[in-house]
């Protein structure tokens, strides 16, 4: 059974940087294909990143600068760093493992990230 | 990468069927048959739907069926229950190894 689990903090202080850790088990590590996804209290999702595990990142051209991930691979996780919060990054973000074809097949239950004072 | 457009809603009586369209340009949607649906229940993670636009994963029903024609796809749903009421959101690759989402659309069972 594949499971994902994202993990961190609830609230974070504007200007802060963001950890969350996408904990996954069920598949082999050369096939996780994590991707990062948030949505804004009622409105749309919004894709943040592709990892592979082999390397390969790719990254929301307009979250680029703000955005890093890296793998641990002796946790089987995927940690998501974003710099320099502000109240727009207010969301639920959702960890996902997505498919050579670009759908996004497992989900995790997502973590609330309230950015407040 | 602009957002793919879709209405902000859409309902239907039960067992009518409602369509939903997703519009984006050549360089997304038109450009590859990477086009996914998702099915968002309140307080949920969303869950596919349909992958490469047409293909159902195991343990979708058949009432949901996808399309594409140009630049849109379309989300079918046909025979509507009280269970499909939820939000849809369409996904395409975008090129240049990116993903872009729509805006989404608020499905209400009549």
């Known amino acids: 059974q594949v499971t994902l689990k994202e993990s961190g903090p609830a609230l974070v202080r504007p200007t802060q940087t963001l950890t969350l850790t996408c904990t996954f088990s069920g598949f082999s590590l050369p096939k996780m294909r994590a991707n990062w996804i948030r949505q804004p209290p009622g409105k749309a999702l919004e894709w943040l990143v592709h990892s592979d595990w082999d390397g390969d990142t790719f990254y929301s051209a307009s979250l680029r600068d703000r955005l890093t991930v890296s793998r641990d691979t002796s946790k089987n996780q995927v940690v998501l760093t974003m710099t320099n919060m502000g109240p727009l990054d207010t969301a639920t973000y959702f960890c996902?493992?997505?498919?050579?074809?670009?759908?996004?097949?497992?989900w995790g239950q997502g973590a609330l990230v309230t950015v407040s004072a | 990468q602009s957002a793919l457009t879709q209405p902000p809603s859409a309902s239907g009586s039960p067992g009518q069927s409602v369509t939903i369209s997703c519009t984006g340009s050549s360089s997304d949607v038109g450009g590859y048959n990477f086009v996914s649906w998702y099915q968002q229940h309140p307080g949920k993670a969303p869950r596919l739907i349909i992958y490469e636009v047409t293909k159902r994963p195991s343990g979708v029903p058949d009432r949901f069926s996808g399309s594409k024609s140009g630049n849109t796809a379309s989300l079918t749903v046909s025979g509507l229950q009280g269970d499909d009421e939820a939000d849809y959101y369409c996904s395409s690759y975008g090129g240049r190894d990116n993903l872009v989402f729509g805006g989404g659309t608020k499905l209400t069972v009549l």
């Open positions: 996902a493992q997505i498919s050579s074809k670009w759908e996004l097949v497992y």
